[in-house]
């Protein structure tokens, strides 16, 4: 990163500084209204103790302080006294743990209404956006209550602009950009009401047209098509209300590799120079057997899909070969039934039982020559029971009952690795 860059980024960001301090002065809460005096302050340090503090003499210490800059505290939060409009207007701010401010949010009666900023722990802006309703304050997922209104700006942790997301009372209302590390359009989408409607565009770093779908009112609708980087015709696929009718799918060669008709058929995905993916699709939606893809156009996986979620058998290769790695079953999006795995020599490693994503049941494993490793038994993803051999020996080395017990375990080889106590069937690590 060149020098000039890194000065202009340092001035942008003690720009933006100096012109949330200059709106504390006049408008702490977006109102425009003169700030009166603080009527308390909370401050949460780095152990999460908090202290409030109201007394006038000793709120005079913070008067003066650029909450803005870095701070010793975790977040902190400053209420002002009602002003002329009967508004009580405050300010949060919170800090990384290096003393950088994280997050700034202004207030008016204990909601979020206001300017809003983030920032990345190297003092980089994050997120430039305005709030005109929600919670007021911060924990994982608080910025789904909010209200966005006006340009909702995101930036990367070098300083790049990364989105432009327009916004009118909490939803998104007009085009959307998205942009490569170079500055240039990546994404163009038109949104009304919070959905996608007009044309959805994708761009290549140099400007070149990659994709375009037709939406309204969120579903596809209409023509799409995606080009390679010389400007032929990847694919070209028609859609009515969001199902898939015609589809035709060219390599980079030119050649048509598959092809969607009335609905059914296979869908190509490709990455930058071929095909990654075939799906199947049912009636205009994706319905049925996944096959992905490496190099060559080896398959290296394969697995069924049905409405949104995997379904079925779930295999994965080794490398170039037939030879299954593993497999595992899948029932509407969880695993479900028997899962097994192979050694690259063909010799099965192991089999386990599967209920709703959870071992339930018998879990047997071998060594790569094909002798018995462990038994094991498992209710809700607690061991119940297990036995553990040596290679070849014919009787176990040591064993758990009833969730308690100790586990020999060995690799595939037979060398010994560790011992695990189980108590009530978890491991005491």
């Known amino acids: 990163m060149n020098q000039n860059f890194i000065k202009m980024q340092n001035f942008l960001k003690q720009f933006f500084i100096l012109a949330l301090t200059s709106l504390l002065l006049t408008s ?98 994050k997120v430039r956006a ?52 170079n500055g240039r359009i990546w994404k163009e989408i038109p949104m009304c009401e919070d959905k996608i409607n007009g044309l959805y565009q994708i761009f290549l770093d140099d400007g070149t047209l990659f994709e375009v779908s037709s939406y309204v009112e969120g579903r596809k609708e209409g023509n799409a098509f995606r080009y390679w980087k010389d400007g032929s015709i990847a694919f070209k696929e028609l859609y009515e209300c969001d199902k898939l009718i015609e589809g035709s799918y060219f390599g980079i060669d030119g050649q048509p590799v598959s092809e969607i008709v009335s609905g059914n058929g296979y869908r190509a995905i490709f990455d930058k120079t071929s095909v990654q993916e075939f799906q199947e699709y049912r009636a205009g939606v994706q319905e049925g057997l996944v096959k992905v893809l490496g190099k060559g156009g080896v398959i290296t996986k394969t697995y069924g899909m049905k409405d949104g979620f995997k379904n079925g058998e779930e295999i994965e290769f080794y490398p170039n ?89 060995y690799d595939s080889n037979g060398v010994f690795m560790r011992k695990v106590k189980y108590r009530q069937g978890k491991p005491e690590w």
């Open 130 to 181: 305005r709030v005109i309703g929600g919670n007021g304050d911060f924990y994982d997922g608080v910025e789904n209550t909010w209200l966005f209104d006006g340009i909702c700006e995101a930036f990367s942790n070098e300083g790049c602009l990364e989105a432009e997301i327009p916004y009118i009372k909490g939803k998104r209302e007009g085009i959307a950009h998205y942009y490569h590390k």
């Open 28 to 125: 702490c809460a977006g109102t425009r209204a003169p700030v009166t005096c603080l009527a308390s302050i909370n401050l949460i340090d780095a152990d999460g103790v908090s202290e409030t503090i109201s007394n006038d003499e000793r709120l005079k210490t913070y008067d003066k302080v650029n909450f803005l800059a870095p701070q010793p505290y975790k977040k902190v939060l400053r209420v002002y006294k009602r002003n002329e409009q009967g508004m009580i207007l405050a300010c949060l701010t919170s800090y990384h743990p290096n003393g950088e401010l994280k997050q700034y949010l202004e207030m008016v009666n204990g909601r979020a209404y206001g300017e809003y900023g983030a920032w990345y722990e190297n003092g980089t802006q």
């Open 321 to 409: 070969t037939n030879q299954p790695k593993f497999s595992i079953g899948w029932v509407e999006g969880k695993i479900q039934g028997v899962t097994k795995t192979w050694y690259p020599s063909g010799v099965q490693e192991s089999q386990r039982e599967m209920a709703g994503n959870k071992r339930s049941g018998v879990l047997t494993a071998w060594y790569a020559n094909g002798k018995l490793m462990l038994l094991e038994n498992y209710d809700q993803d607690a061991l119940v029971k297990g036995e553990y051999y040596n290679m070849g020996d014919q009787f176990s080395v040591s064993r758990v009952l009833c969730g308690d017990g100790t586990a020999t375990l």
